[in-house]
């Protein structure tokens, strides 16, 4: 499988996590986000909505990160990153949708670019805005985890740790205050020992460094 990625996109985070954790051998196709190659005619005829990731799975192309988790999961079912009873799936769902679709869209990269140059926000306040709906987010999420689970839905993971490990990560990258959430904290910590998540940090530094090599 090829991916088209970018090293700082929490979307695309996701999806190297979820690769790693089925056992998926894949090739990183960087696309230049700041630079604006994913508004290129060329990525355009691969993902017409101008973002990543893409998932070019052999058989075609994928978008959104939650649906091409969600292909993996469904045609790669081990390791499981769903549980088996209807409730639990749900819930796991509705927190990697939390950071899917509420947190993770209105502080993303268009969006702020939309904010500074159409809007002229200044920097200080566009940081504002993204801590602000990081925050929102993450309080809904630490009031929803047991301290007793070692991840977000039960010892097990599964998709929502999947997503909330990566928006940590933008979180940290952000200077969001995170003192507040301790469970959150705990369970991104123990997500970040396990190889399928560390591998898809460290891949996004390799891509780092190939992008700062270009430069």
Known sequence: MKLYDYFRSSAAFRVRIALNWKGVAFEQLPVDLPRGQQLSAEYRAVNPQQLVPTLDTGAGLLSQSLAICEYLEETIPQPP??????LARAR????????????????????????RHDLTV?????????????????E??????????????????????????????N?????????????LCAVVSRCNELRAFADAKGGMKVAQISENQRN
Not at 122 to 138: A, K, N, Q, S, T
Not at 142 to 165: I, R, Y
């Open 92 to 115: 796991v769902r509705g927190l990697a949708q939390l950071v899917a679709c509420d947190i993770h869209p209105i502080a993303n990269l268009r969006v702020l670019n939309r904010l």
């Open 81 to 86: 990153l769903l549980p088996a009873d209807p």
């Open 140 to 169: 809904a999420i630490e009031a929803q985890l047991d301290p007793q689970s070692a991840f977000a839905c039960g010892d097990a993971v599964t998709l929502a740790d999947v997503f909330l490990a990566p928006q940590h990560f």
């Open 171 to 183: 979180a940290v990258r952000f200077e969001a205050p995170l003192d507040a959430y301790p469970k």
């Open 122 to 138: 200044d920097e200080p306040r566009v940081g504002e805005w993204i801590r602000h709906w990081i925050g929102l987010g993450f």
